[in-house]
Structures are given as C-alpha cells and as structure tokens.
C-alpha cells in the first residue's frame, strides 16, 4: 500500500509507546460527575433539570431552549440527584454552567439504571430522522471545537460531496485512543461510516491512519470483507508526520484536494469524522446510546499509570482512581487536557472530561517547552514548518500591533492551532496561544460591530 503525505509539517517524537498496544479501561462510575452543559459549538443550553431532582444515566439534563440547527444536547453520565447547577472551571479554563449529580448515598453512580434512547435502524429511517437522531445523542467534533455532527452531515445543497474521510490518524504525540479504538471496535467504525454514507448519499470512504499504525490494516479489512459493506470503503495510509490528522491535511493526502483559503473540508468535495465520533455515531443508532462516556489517553512523564481509558463525562480529575491515574507530584510541571500540542494546560484536578477530552498529560519540566520567550531572529522557520502555509511570523507582528486586519490579512482565520510554529520557534515566542486570543479579539470585535449595526 502507497503512503501518501502533505507538504510540510514536523517530524515529532510521538512518545505513545507508554500506552500503545493498550486495551480501554473501564473507569468505575465516580460518586460525583460535574458535567458543562455548553460543550458545543453554538447557541448556549439551558438546564432541563433542577436541583434536588434525581436523574438516570442516558437523560437529557440540557437543552437549547428551541433547539436551532447550531445546538445539541448534553445527558447525564451517571445516575444520582442534581446537587448543584451553578459555574464551574471547564477544560478550555474558562467558567461555564455545570450540572453536579452526586450518585446517591450508598447506592451504584450507575444503579444500573440507563435512559437510553430506542435503538433506530439507520438504513431504513429517513435522513431528517437520522439527522434528528444524530442531535438527539449530543454528538460533536470529539476533538476540536465542539462542531455539531448532524450539521456537518448536512451540507448545503450546492456543495457536492463525494468522499468521506474517516480520520484515524491521530497524529498528536502520547494520544494512543483512537488507535485502541479502531483495534477494538473495528465493527462500530465501519457501520459508523456506513451509516453517514447513506446519510449523505456519498458512495465512498477513505479510514485514513498514520503509517506508525499499519499493523491494524489486515483487521479493518477483515472487517471490510465480513457481512455486506454498503458502499466502498478503502484504507488510505499516510506518513507519520505531524499535524497529519488535521482535516486538511488529511484531504491532500488522501485525495489531492485542497482546501481553499477560508474554506471547509465540503469546499473539496469532503466530510472528514474522527473515528472516536464515527464509533459514537454507530452506537447512537444501534444502541440508542448517547455520548455520556468518552475514551481518552492518561500518560506524559508524570504519570505512574499509562493506559487508555473509557471515563463518564464529568469525573473530575482528581475523582478517578489512582489505579487509573497515579500522579507522580516530585515531576509534575504541567496538566494539558488534549494532546501537547493543541491541548490546554489546566490549572488544577477539579476539571471535569468532557465530551471532547482526548487526552490527560502529565508533563515534566523536561517534556514541556516553558522556557522564556526571546525576541525574534527572523529564521523563518516558523514559516517554513506551517502546514497551512501561512507567516505566522507576520501573523505574531500585526497581533502585537493591534492590527487584527492585517492579521487577518494574513491568514489568521485559516490558522489550525496545530503549534508547529510554536513548537519550532528558536526564540519560544508562543505562537499559537496569541493566534487562539486573537481568534477570540476578533470575534468580539465582529460580534461588538453586528449589536452596533443593529
Ligand atoms: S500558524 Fe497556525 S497552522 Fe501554521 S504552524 Fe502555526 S499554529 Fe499551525
Ligand atoms: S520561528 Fe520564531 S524566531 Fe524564527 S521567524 Fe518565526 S517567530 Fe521569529
């Protein structure tokens, strides 16, 4: 099989060796789970439950108030009583309105009990039931911002889609989940891709990996050769190179595509899942169950107890047990939720998982690039690793001047955060976190001209 690439990017360390080869671990129900109930991206939610009410594993406890296409819903991980519904610390550190269910006294978090939807047979129903299925799980971007699912399977009419990608690549060092994933439930990823297949009406399908894990190649195909598989489903293999599993890059390997400038994968004729989403879809339609539990990596030097595991959305950090997590405080220097270059350092253990939680590192000073910053030497090299071929140099300058125009200008919006710049600067200017402010400054500088033009 051809390995196939895209310009640029790095050659990282990709330190998954601690937890490779790893089965997913069950992590027992916790006693509280403190779940946000805007994890999306989109109109907020509102709580459909209130305090002092008890709730079942699987119910709905958030809403959109009328649920407009941006939304989706947000279940209880664990059954027990609403305690609380007040703010708390989420993953991204910003403050957001939690639902707290304590597992009542003595009782299983779990009891057992599950509200789970009635399983829907997908290649039967109609589209507009499988997109209202797909909602109705709460189902996003596991890995990213919290795009909703049911509107990324529904493009506008203009735009021609003829490949869907799923996105095994997970190129972000030490995570190894979606890699267990696939190893595990080779099934459930391949009826997950069949089943937006006959949502959109797309013929064919490409499960695009890294070539650091080709060793699952003969078990997809097996799996690909068992039963019928509605429509053509292939393996697409591409280096091992960083940020490989960004959505764009990803489409240049496998088909020679580009996204344009200001573009979305659909621009090129794609819709790209991640395989943990495609599984999640599959098990929304087959088990009627929506997404309450997430599969992530706990590793980094820090950590005494490498594995993969499966944990209900909402256990803090510092709820899951030490079998689980063993923090080795004598080296601990920094918690990042996600992966090291595009994660988020956390402040402390009272953060919750949530629905796009792929990974906890524990970093030691030595794994983590905390050294202070110096001025630019104009090497260029931040310029020449940009898998997105933009000047993040320029980009870093207007910030620093204010000049969100020019940023903009200058690539701004079409910047994936993938932290190549950062990771290769000589003089560890911090890139990308000045991109992701100067995201935001733009948005409230657009949302602040939108209520001024009113
Ligand atoms: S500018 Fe954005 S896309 Fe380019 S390397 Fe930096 S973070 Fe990645
Ligand atoms: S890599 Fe760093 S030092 Fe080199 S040009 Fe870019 S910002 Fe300046």
């Known amino acids: 099989m051809s390995v196939s690439t895209f310009r640029r990017g790095l050659k990282l360390p990709t330190r998954k060796h601690a937890t490779e080869g790893k089965p997913i671990e069950m992590v027992p129900p916790p006693k509280q789970a403190v779940i946000p109930i805007n994890q999306h991206f989109g109109a907020p939610n509102k709580p459909l439950v209130s305090v002092g009410e008890k709730v079942i594993r699987g ?41 707290v269910i304590e597992a009542e006294e003595g009782g299983d978090s779990s009891g057992g009990r599950e509200e789970f939807m009635t399983p829907l047979d997908p290649f039967t129903c109609t589209k507009e039931d499988a997109l209202a299925r797909i909602r109705e799980a709460g189902l ?7 795009f909703p699912t049911h509107i990324k399977l529904a493009p506008p009419p203009n735009k021609k889609i003829d490949v869907i990608i799923a996105d095994g690549a997970e190129c972000e060092p030490y995570l190894t989940t979606d890699e267990a994933a696939m190893t595990e439930k ?28 080709k060793n699952l190649i003969p078990m997809i195909e097996r799996e690909l050769r068992v039963g019928e ?3 053509d489903i292939s393996i697409g293999l591409c280096r091992t190179r960083y940020p490989q599993g960004g959505e764009k890059m990803l489409i240049t390997a496998l088909t020679g595509r580009e996204v344009p400038s200001g573009g979305l994968p659909m621009d090129a004729g794609c819709i790209v899942q991640n395989v ?39 256990t803090l950090l510092k709820d899951l047990p030490v079998e689980f997590m063993e923090i080795d405080y004598s080296k601990l220097a920094k918690i990042i939720f996600g992966g090291p270059m595009m994660g988020t350092a956390v402040p402390s253990l009272e953060i919750p998982i ?15 690039t905390a050294e202070a910053e110096g001025p630019c030497i104009r090497c260029g090299r931040c310029i020449r690793n940009c898998a997105a071929r933009l000047s993040p140099v320029i980009m870093n300058n207007s910030l620093e001047a204010d000049d969100l125009d020019y940023a903009v200008k200058a690539g701004l919006m079409d910047c994936m955060e993938c932290g190549s710049c950062s990771y290769m600067c000589p003089a560890k200017i911090k890139l990308v976190q000045r991109f992701r402010v100067g995201k935001q400054r733009l948005r409230i500088k657009q949302a602040a001209q939108k209520a001024a033009a009113k």
Not at 354 to 368: H, P
């Open 59 to 99: 119910q709905k406890i958030a809403d959109a108030s009328s649920p407009g296409p941006m939304t989706v819903p947000v279940h209880a991980s664990i059954s027990g009583v609403v305690k609380k519904i007040e703010p708390r610390t989420q993953s991204n550190n910003t403050e957001g309105l939690c639902v």
């Open 140 to 146: 996003l971007g596991m890995g990213g911002a919290g």
């Open 186 to 213: 080779p099934h459930l990823l391949v009826k997950g891709l069949e089943i937006i297949m006959k949502i959109t009406g797309v013929n064919r399908a490409i499960i695009g990996m890294e070539d650091n894990k």
């Open 229 to 231: 598989i509605k429509g």
């Open 276 to 314: 943990g989403s495609l599984i999640a879809i599959a098990e929304a339609f087959l088990l009627g169950k929506p997404l309450i539990d997430r599969d992530l990596t706990v590793s980094g030097g820090a950590c005494k107890t490498p594995k993969n595991i499966r944990a209900p959305i909402g």
């Open 354 to 368: 949530q629905k796009n939680t792929s990974g906890i590192i524990l970093m030691t000073k030595e794994e983590t």
